[in-house]
């Protein structure tokens, strides 16, 4: 894992500032580097802070790797985005053993005991997943094939992420309420649009009557898109198969606006100043929230996306 910044905390020589371990799952994907850029963008020294980054290239063994050399750099908080929910417990007591609070970003962690962490600042991947599913009700209904018989496949996001576990739920709670829906198979693109585009082609091999695409993430989708005009299919409001996404990075606006993309769900990724406000907080003795949602909305082809994305911050 590349340790963004050299040197050792203690030796930094400004020690009134915070030293912040910022362990990150990789690069994977464009909201990733929203999400990095929000944080090094916040953590400045002249903002008070010292940031040390990794980059875990998603690779959970790497990111326990990355919290231990915060601890015995003795940083002053430990921020975690954890590539998947479980596998912490014992990094996380080593954490508290030498009273470092641990902040957790994005994604969520599953352990027993929850002072293990000081609290979690992410998007609500449930309701996300039930937003696309209830916007596809809507749009089937507008183009007038609520009652038909709709084929949907899924392009999850990495096994075992929040992200992915979250939306895949929230998502199956809508394809629950509509029996003419069916669900062909769901696999994990990882989300990376290289692995997305892979398993779409394999999708379109097994199944000639896709209806619909449900891409976990973005990246994920411009893979598919790819894969699909590859075989020489359409998509998109006015092509064969009906594509949701989620994140809403502005690449997603611009694959609307091109009409390759119907709907993206939005999961907000300007963390950095939601933590640095949890920091300032703790830094005063203040309680804190356990779980702390950002806002999100969702974005599809009916709305004035050329105007909408001006004001994007990512
Ligand atoms: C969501 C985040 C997910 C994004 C993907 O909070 O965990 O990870 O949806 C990213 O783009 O790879």
């Not at 009700?137 to 084929?151: R, T």
């Not at 999100?296 to 709305?303: I, K, Y």
């Amino acid at each position: 894992a590349d340790n963004g910044d050299s040197g050792d905390a203690s030796d930094s020589g400004d020690s009134d500032l915070i030293t912040v371990g910022y362990a990150q799952v990789g690069a994977e994907s464009d909201w990733r580097t929203a999400n990095t850029e929000s944080f090094k963008s916040t953590f400045t020294k002249e903002n008070g802070y010292e940031l040390i980054f990794d980059d875990a290239q998603q690779k959970q063994e790497n990111q326990i790797k990355a919290i231990r050399s915060f601890i015995q750099q003795g940083v002053d908080y430990i921020v975690v985005a954890p590539v998947v929910e479980t596998g912490w417990e014992t990094v996380l007591e080593e954490a508290k053993a030498e009273g470092i609070p641990v902040i957790l970003s994005d994604r969520q962690m599953d352990v027993s005991d929850e002072s293990l962490y000081e609290c979690w600042v992410g998007g609500n991947f449930i309701k996300e997943g039930e937003d696309g599913g209830h916007w596809l009700e809507d749009y089937l209904k507008e183009k007038g094939m609520d009652g038909e018989e709709i084929n949907m496949v899924t392009l999850q996001g990495t096994i075992g992420a929040s992200a992915q576990v979250g939306r895949t739920e929230g998502f199956a709670n809508v394809l629950a309420e509509n029996d003419n829906w069916n669900m062909l198979e769901l696999q994990t693109g990882e989300f990376t649009q290289a692995k997305g585009q892979e398993v779409m082609e394999s999708f379109l091999k097994k199944y000639d009557d896709i209806d619909v695409v449900i891409a976990e993430n973005d990246n994920m989708a411009f893979g598919a898109i790819d894969a699909i005009k590859a075989a020489g299919k359409t998509c998109g409001p006015d092509g064969d198969i009906t594509i949701i996404s989620f994140d809403a990075v502005k690449a997603a606006f611009d694959a609307m606006i091109a009409g390759d993309l119907n709907c993206a769900v939005e999961c907000n990724p300007l963390h950095g100043p939601r933590v640095a406000e949890i920091i300032q907080k703790l830094e005063a003795g203040e309680e804190v929230d356990k779980i702390q949602y950002v806002d999100e909305e969702l974005f599809d082809t009916s709305m004035d996306l050329e105007e909408i994305v001006k004001t994007r911050a990512y």
